[in-house]
């Protein structure tokens, strides 16, 4: 299965003042929960470990009723080892890339590697941020050529600055803030797809997924 990659992040004003004059936080927060939201059940979700979107992943999570360990998958460098926030040990599905020379940005980069070389991705996704969100953009484009591109420019931060390196960039994705939809139609995820526990019990086939009646599909949910 293809999965989506999730790059995003709060800007701190301290970090990146330039960043933080433009992000929109109550953007971001609702980009987040409606990509959780349309993909939760339906797609593999990938994510770096950002300390402020961990939580809000989690919490969304928790109120669509599925196997949230089966479908996420959350990357972690040993760097950040003592800064590693409680949320970590709700998620089932970690993966702890190490500490390369003590050095952040070395560090940084193997995770980001094995990411994006571990994984096949049928879209990223990219909210808010700081610089990370461009460094994560500029080697996911390079090793993911095939994956649709989707920054979220009315949001505001560090994806600014991607808008202009992507090609047929929509407008929507400036100014549509409602990112439900948004993501529905962005990631050709039909509303009618039922969500399943597990990724195992999910058919192949698109089309068998469409919600049919309340007891067709005894072992899944729908949410519009």
Known sequence: MNAIFLS???????????????????????????????TLGRRPLVWGGQPAITPMIWVVAQRLGVDYG????????????????????????????????????????????SMFADERYSAAVFIGGMQGIIDEFNLFRHLQPKARMLPVASTGGAVLQLVD??????????????????FHRHLDISPRENRYNTPEEQPKNVNDRFFKSPNSKPNTLMSP
Do not use: C
């Not at 003042?17 to 971001?28: C, G, L, Q, R």
């Not at 080892?81 to 993966?95: L, W």
């Not at 960039?169 to 939809?181: E, P, R, T």
């Open 8 to 38: 995003a992040g709060m800007p701190d004003p301290k970090r990146g003042p330039d960043f933080a004059k433009t992000a929109d936080t109550v953007a971001i927060t609702a980009a987040v929960s409606a990509l959780i939201h349309v």
């Open 70 to 113: 089966r479908w996420v998958k959350l990357y972690q460098t040993r760097h950040f080892e003592e800064d590693f926030p409680d949320d970590n040990a709700r998620f089932q599905n970690v993966v702890y890339t190490a500490d390369i020379d003590h050095d952040r940005e070395k560090s940084l980069m193997e995770m980001r590697r």
């Open 165 to 182: 390196a992507v090609p047929g960039f929509k407008s929507d994705l400036a100014n549509d803030m409602d990112y439900v939809a948004l």
